[in-house]
C-alpha cells in the first residue's frame, strides 16, 4: 500500500490561508442631488492643494507680484470716472464717481475672475481627474474660493479711499459678508453649469470673455441701479451680480435705501441657480474622464 509523506514545511504552506486582495469599486453616487458632504470634507485637502496651487501660478515670476490685484480695479475706476462721470455724467447717488465705481467694481472683478476660473476648470485640471479619484465637485469650488486674496487685498485700499473721501461706513458695514458671500454663490453656480458645458462642447471657452464682457454692463458697475425704472427693478434682479454689487455698495457708502427688490430677487434666482447648476455638475461629471 502506497504511503504519501508531507514534510513539516508542506503542512504549513497547505493550512496557511490565502489573503484576499481588496477590490475597490467606485461607482457615481445615485440620487437627484447628492452632494457626497462626507465625500468633500474626505478630500478637503485637495481644495487646499488645489487652491493654493492657483495662487501661486497667479503671482509665479510676476516682477510685482500682488500689486496686480490693486491694478486692475484702481486702472479699471480711472477709465470708467473720465468716460462716464465726467464724460457721459452718469449719476453716481450722490457720490464721488470714483469711489462709486471702485465700489462696484470689488465684487465685480471678484466674480469675473472666479467664474473665468471656474468655467475652464475641469478641463483645465484634465490630468488630474483621469488619474486621481476625489469629488469633482472640489475643482470648480477651488477656482471660486482663490480670487478672494486678490479681493481682500483690494478691499483694503477701498476702505483706505473711504477715509479719503470722508465716507464712514455704518453699522451696515457687517453685512459685507453677506453680499460677499452671494457674489461667491453667484460665481460657484454659473461656474457649475459652465465647467460642465466646457467638457462636452468647448465652445463655451471661447464664448466665456464675450460673457464676462456683456455682463458687466448689464450689471450696475458704472451706473447705479436708480436709473432702472421703477417698474423694471425686479426684472432687472434677474441678473444675480446686480442684487451682490446694489448690496456691496449699501453696506460700504452708508447709502440711505438699497433697492431691496433687486437684492431679494437677485438672491432668488441664485439659489435656483446653485440647485440646478449641483444638478446638472453631478449628472454631467460621470463621464469627465471619459470625455475630457
Known amino acids: 500500500m502506497p504511503t504519501t509523506s508531507i514534510s513539516a514545511g508542506d503542512t ?57 490685484a490693486v491694478l486692475q480695479p484702481l486702472a479699471t475706476m480711472a477709465i470708467f470716472t473720465i468716460i462716464f462721470g465726467h464724460l457721459a455724467k452718469i449719476p453716481s447717488d450722490g457720490l464721488p464717481y470714483a469711489i462709486f ?21 475641469v478641463v483645465g485640471d484634465a490630468n488630474l481627474i483621469k488619474k486621481v479619484y476625489f469629488p469633482r465637485l472640489l475643482i470648480p469650488i477651488a477656482a471660486v474660493l482663490s480670487p478672494l486674496v486678490d479681493f481682500l487685498i483690494s478691499f483694503v485700499i477701498l476702505l483706505g479711499m473711504a477715509a479719503w473721501f470722508g465716507i464712514r461706513p455704518g453699522w451696515n458695514i457687517l453685512t459685507v459678508p453677506l453680499f460677499l458671500v452671494l457674489a461667491m454663490i453667484s460665481a460657484l453656480a454659473a461656474g457649475l453649469w459652465l465647467s460642465a458645458l466646457n467638457v462636452r462642447y468647448r465652445d463655451v471657452g471661447h464664448a466665456l470673455p464675450f460673457l464676462i464682457q456683456i455682463w458687466l454692463y448689464a450689471s450696475p458697475v458704472a451706473y447705479s441701479v436708480a436709473l432702472i425704472p421703477e417698474k423694471w427693478r425686479l426684472v432687472y434682479g434677474l441678473n444675480p451680480m446686480a442684487g451682490a454689487i446694489e448690496g456691496f455698495r449699501w453696506a460700504l457708502l452708508h447709502k440711505d435705501r438699497p433697492a431691496l427688490g433687486v437684492i431679494a430677487m437677485s438672491t432668488v434666482v441664485v439659489l435656483a441657480l446653485l440647485i440646478g447648476g449641483v444638478i446638472f455638475f453631478k449628472r454631467f461629471e460621470r463621464s469627465f474622464a471619459d470625455v475630457v
Open 101 to 121: 465705481s471702485f465700489t462696484g467694481l470689488l465684487p465685480w472683478i471678484y466674480f469675473s475672475q472666479a467664474i473665468a476660473r471656474s468655467g475652464g476648470s
Open 12 to 68: 504549513a504552506s497547505t493550512s496557511r490561508p490565502t489573503r484576499a486582495v481588496p477590490t475597490v469599486v467606485i461607482r457615481p453616487q445615485r440620487g437627484l442631488v447628492n452632494l457626497d458632504l462626507a465625500g468633500l470634507w474626505e478630500f478637503r485637502e485637495i481644495l487646499y492643494f488645489l487652491v493654493w496651487r492657483d495662487i501661486k501660478l497667479r503671482y509665479k515670476q510676476t516682477a510685482i507680484g500682488a500689486a496686480w
